[in-house]
């Protein structure tokens, strides 16, 4: 399984990286864990325009999905059009959400050129990937993903405050995504993002091989959110995410 961060900028595009997207091939096949904004433009320095076979969209806030706009418009009008439609495995409301962004109708919205497809927790397959969803911690309804293929295993937070159930979706991970939004300071909002000694808590009870700190907020000095995931007790590798960068799990 070959991981590639296309975008990992927190909250919104950063002049270094689109918000949240994440490519994951293995046996030919291309499954995106998120499709935030500006992620579609750096997508195709790494794969073509078409070649996306599955999207998994941890939760409906815009820097992880909006995305998913431009794409529809790639795949409905495209040169070939109409394209094979894609599966989309989002929180149930995804259809109507992502059509009032868009600005069409519910009907047909999106379904021109995606088949959602409900997440609930628990395991599926998508390809050659065994999926699990875990409801993590966060204002609305959002997943963290483990997804395992060959032997190897990438682990992805989403967004989430501290969370018991991110721990085990990562349990035993060869590298677990884990964000990091927040800069330690005092009396910060619960239930809702991760400092990175938090992360590197969460990499440290799950027992991860490697830990990324993603979710990178531009308005923070990232070596300070890498300095406070050296106090998280974790003592495995620790890098800050950047887009473009590809982990080789084989
Ligand atoms: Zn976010
Ligand atoms: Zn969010």
């Known amino acids: ?5 296309v975008g990992c900028s927190g909250s919104y595009p950063g002049p270094d990286s689109p918000a949240s997207c994440y490519l994951l091939e293995a046996d030919g096949f291309r499954m995106l864990l998120d499709f935030g904004s500006g992620s579609l433009g750096a997508l195709q320095r790494h794969i ?22 431009g794409y529809h418009v790639a795949r409905t009008y495209g040169p070939a059009a109409p394209y094979p439609k894609v599966p989309v495995y989002a929180p149930a409301n ?7 962004a868009y600005g069409m109708p519910d009907e047909p919205g999106l379904e021109t050129a995606f088949d959602f497809v409900p997440l609930t927790p628990g395991s599926f397959e998508i390809g050659p990937f065994t999926l699990t969803a875990g409801l993590v911690n966060h ?49 910060l909002p619960t239930d ?40 998280g007790g974790y003592h495995g590798p620790v890098e800050l995410a950047r887009s473009g960068a590809v982990y080789d799990l084989a």
């Not at 078409?50 to 995305?67: G, T």
């Not at 799950?206 to 990324?212: E, I, P, Q, T, W």
Request: charged fraction near 20%.
């Open 1 to 5: 399984m070959k991981v590639t961060i």
């Open 48 to 69: 073509g325009l078409y070649d996306v076979d599955a999207i998994c969209l941890s939760h409906l806030h815009a820097d992880h999905c909006l995305d998913m706009c």
């Open 192 to 231: 809702l993002h991760l400092t990175g000694r938090q992360a590197a808590e969460h990499a440290a009870k799950a027992d991860v091989g490697r830990l990324v700190l993603t979710h990178l907020v531009p308005w923070n000095d990232q070596a300070t959110v890498l300095d406070d995931a050296s106090k």
């Open 94 to 100: 995804a259809p109507v959400r992502l059509s009032a």
């Open 139 to 187: 204002p609305v309804e959002a997943y963290g993903f483990r997804v395992a293929s060959g032997g190897k295993s990438v682990a992805y937070s989403g967004d989430t405050g501290e969370c018991d159930e991110l721990v085990r979706l990562a349990s035993g991970t060869d590298l677990l995504l884990c964000e990091a939004s927040f800069i330690e300071q005092p009396d």
